[in-house]
């Protein structure tokens, strides 16, 4: 799955049906919100609620600030 996939537009979170960021190189989506993320297996998303796996709070804060910084680098224009 790619960043710009139109599927990411439309894709949301089992549990609290709000939307989910794409993460990379690990290949997952993840709800900062409910601190879940969720394998793509394949490619296909793996959106069951039993497949969230609970992120602990060192990494929930890097995978925010990795989330920040490839969002910023998207917009950067030269």
């Given at each position: 799955m790619k960043p710009d996939d139109p599927l990411l537009n439309i894709l949301a979170c089992p549990l609290?049906?709000?939307?989910?960021?794409?993460l990379h190189p690990d290949e997952a989506l993840y709800n900062p919100r409910l601190r879940l993320r969720y394998p793509i297996l394949d490619g296909i998303p793996q959106l069951?609620?039993?497949s969230g796996e609970r992120v602990g709070a060192e990494e929930h804060l890097l995978l925010l600030a990795g989330h920040s910084a490839a969002a910023a680098a998207a917009r950067w224009e030269p």
């Open positions: 609290d049906k709000g939307p989910l960021a794409l069951l609620p039993s």
